[in-house]
């Protein structure tokens, strides 16, 4: 796998700083790194990109490097502060919502956002997000819809419309929006692509509380939160592109965690090529301190030591907002063990339906799959005239 000494001095900094906790030896790294002088612009804004602006700014002061323009500082700490406030609105917003879910009968789970920014650095403003995700049962979307409306948020889906009903039998989340607040509402943690209910079942089973402004929050369990990471990272239209996702679980990794639990479940799962996935990325980017044994054995796969790898080489490579990597399905296919899951993914591109499917028209369930390959061929056909080396005319 590609050597940390191979990136260049700005994206070895950048790593040094994407880590929940900096030690002292890659404290000593990262002063030497800013006494050999560094692009700054550059290092703030791949930071921004990966949303590791707050670790930026908090291990930049820790390691105490003298080195470091003065303006650069004070323009860390004026973003930092945002997004502290920022958090602080979401989180006191969080539990207004929980409380009215609660009056309507709705039991929801907290998961990502404020909650993970506990669990895995211990600090609310450590971790930057934009919106709440929450866990509901799949037969209470209606009183979670209607519970959300007195709070004056609306689903992306007109309340009670086809494209809805759709949505909740061939999808796993809705989004609702309130200004620019935005939740997204979850009655499973997958697209059809997987299908984990018995994850789903051993979470609900295993919930933890954590504190959050004073109050006693439940959200998910530290491996069942590791185990959520590593297939939010691996997922379909992710493959692992965010620094703050590797982040995310080298803190998770940072707290006590059953490993023989974590690698039970991954193994009755089925995907214990994404946890290793997952981890691999952690120890080899972020010096996450993973068992041995576990790196042992996912060393032993070499499909996982390939996807890591192929992480590695793009993670700060510049990508467009909205492109598409070529690449992706091919890497995802890779991540699944096993031919059933593969011509499930296939299938799943093919003809499942997915939000943007929903959105853009108001149809009977089936006709959505119907749709949906024409839909797909015209989109790509578009993307591939780019690649053409002569331009097509009419007639």
């Known amino acids: 796998m590609r050597s940390l000494a191979e990136f260049s001095p700005e994206a070895q900094a950048l790593l040094l700083c994407a880590r929940p906790r900096l030690e002292a030896e890659p404290a000593e790294r990262l002063r030497g790194l800013a006494r050999s002088g560094l692009d700054w612009e550059w290092l703030i804004l791949t930071a921004r990109v990966h949303r590791v602006i707050p670790l930026l700014h908090a291990n930049l002061l820790k390691a105490g490097a003298n080195d470091i323009p003065p303006a650069v500082l004070a323009s860390l700490q004026t973003e930092c502060l945002e997004i502290a406030q920022r958090n602080l609105l979401l989180t006191g917003e969080l539990l207004n919502i929980l409380k009215a879910l609660q009056r309507g009968n709705v039991h929801a789970i907290p998961f990502k956002g404020p909650t993970l920014a506990l669990l895995a650095y211990g600090n609310l403003s450590l971790r930057k997000f934009d919106d709440l995700d929450l866990l509901i049962p799949p037969d209470a979307y209606i009183s979670a819809r209607q519970a959300l409306q007195t709070l004056a948020y609306q689903g992306i889906l007109a309340p009670g419309s086809q494209a809805e009903a759709a949505c909740r039998k061939f999808y796993y989340e809705c989004s609702f929006i309130r200004g620019d607040l935005g939740i997204d509402l979850h009655w499973r943690f997958t697209g059809p692509e997987l299908s984990l209910p018995a994850f789903q079942a051993r979470v609900w089973q295993n919930l933890q509380p954590v504190i959050l402004a004073g109050k006693s929050v439940e959200t998910l369990a530290p491996e069942h939160m590791l185990l959520y990471l590593c297939l939010h990272g691996t997922k379909r239209n992710h493959h692992w592109q965010r620094l703050s996702w590797i982040c995310d679980v080298t803190g998770l990794t940072c707290q006590p965690l ?8 991954a193994g009755d799962l089925g995907m214990k090529r994404s946890l290793f996935l997952g981890l691999t990325l952690a120890n080899h980017l972020l010096e996450a301190h993973i068992p041995e044994a576990i790196l042992s054995t996912a060393r032993r796969d070499p499909a996982v030591l390939h996807l890591a790898q192929d992480v590695a080489r793009r993670l700060f490579e510049p990508v467009q907002a909205g492109e598409q990597i070529p690449e992706r ?19 799943v591109c093919g003809f499942w339906p997915t939000t943007e499917d929903l959105e853009t028209a108001n149809l009977p369930p089936f006709l959505y799959f119907v749709r949906r390959p024409f839909r797909l061929a015209a989109k790509y056909v578009s993307k591939l005239r780019r690649f053409l080396p002569f331009r097509l005319q009419p007639g």
Do not use: E
């Open 258 to 265: 059953d490993w023989d639990a974590v690698l039970r479940q």
């Open 329 to 347: 399905p091919i890497f995802y296919l890779r991540s699944q063990a096993g031919w059933r899951n593969r011509l499930r993914y296939l299938a």
